[in-house]
């Protein structure tokens, strides 16, 4: 089976962060994450399941409360379990807050290639610090896998995107045993209020006129429609496949690759 494992930088992780996990999707996700997770901790603590009879029971069940918790993706409403003699702490918070940037990378790469267990067990040890049992992350696994695809699929006709920011990241793919760089093609779309959020990811082979014509009639099939503005940069293939896909928008060239460009062929001091 094919594993993606992303290799970008800091500033790649939190930009793209930063336009793609702002929405009810991805609250949805961390919320189920969080309350699964205290649950189970809440349960290792009590060292006993749900009306089971154990000598080695600590306390007892004592309900939840209410808790709202801030993070990159919005505030997430949380259900924390209590315990009877209220020594329970869950840990998920503090490290939530340590661990925020990758544990977020990791929801990315979610969001590009799907739901598996290898990619939830690494979402659950950013936040736990350990391992957990496998049926813990099976449970976890089923219950994300449909709002991930909710989230790639979802309908994009209900709202208008007249700007589209394209661009793609190579990444690090493991297949049969070998690492080959892929490229994946990624859409930013910007509403009319100036929001932006992306709104499809694709992993390619390369990167070429017919990859990004592929990419672009994924997002028309989901109700991408009246585009007006499309920025990118220079490459050939993306540009004749912008002109192709969508003839009645216009193409402007990305301002922070056009300078990246000029820089890179301006010979370095001293050199």
Known sequence: MTQVHFTLNNEEVQSIIEHSVKDDVSKNILTTVFNQLMENQRTEYIQADDYERSESRQSQRNGYYERD????????ELKVPRTRDGEFSPTVFERY???EKALLASMLEMYVSGVSTRKVS?????LCGKSVSKSF????????DPMVNEWQNRSLSGTNYPYLMTDVLYIKVREDHRVLSKSCHIAIGITEGGDREIIGFMIQNEESDDTWSIFFEYLKERGLKGTELIISDAHKGLVSAIRKSFTNASWQR????FLRNIFSSIPKKNS
């Open 69 to 76: 918790f801030t993070t990159r993706v919005g505030t997430l």
């Open 97 to 99: 807050q340590r661990n």
């Open 137 to 144: 992350v099976s449970s976890l696994t089923e219950q994300l």
């Open 254 to 257: 990305c301002q922070v690759h």
């Open 122 to 126: 690494k979402i659950v040890e950013e």
